[in-house]
């Protein structure tokens, strides 16, 4: 059983920069494709970027491209939050298949079996 666990979220003003992070706690990344989602107060879960296992594809939200980057290395996928909004308020959750898969992602939170369980990012002066 994968477990995922998300870090870096926080309170930041609006123009500012986070920087989180997707761990597993027991086992390595390599090879999963990863996706983040997020959440915000009565709002449906929608996905925000996702990235191949082996990291040469990746895939973004049309209200995040420009200012978000998502990456990995062997332990980790990151997502670089640049010029943030108010509206990108949201708990943020990564999330990885059952499956490696080398050359794609999904961009479908059906397409994911496992999920961490979250990390807030606010965005207010």
């Avoid at 500012?16 to 997020?38: E, K, M, N, Q």
């Avoid at 449906?44 to 895939?59: A, F, H, K, P, Y």
């Avoid at 062997?74 to 080398?102: H, I, W």
Wanted: aromatic content about 12%.
């Amino acid at each position: 059983q994968l477990q995922l666990v998300e870090s870096g979220g926080g309170l930041v003003q609006p123009g500012g920069s986070l920087r989180l992070s997707c761990a597993a706690s027991a086992f390595t990344l390599d090879y999963y494709p990863i996706g983040w989602f997020r959440q915000a107060p009565g709002k449906e879960r929608e996905g925000v970027s996702c990235i191949s296992g082996s990291g040469g594809r990746t895939n973004y939200a049309d209200s995040v491209k420009g200012r978000f980057t998502i990456s990995r290395d062997n332990a980790k996928v990151y997502l670089q939050m640049n010029s943030l909004k108010p509206e990108d308020t949201g708990v943020y959750y990564c999330a990885a298949p059952d499956r490696f898969v080398q050359d794609m992602c999904f961009t479908a939170d059906y397409e994911y079996d496992f999920w961490g369980t979250g990390t807030q990012v606010t965005v207010s002066s």
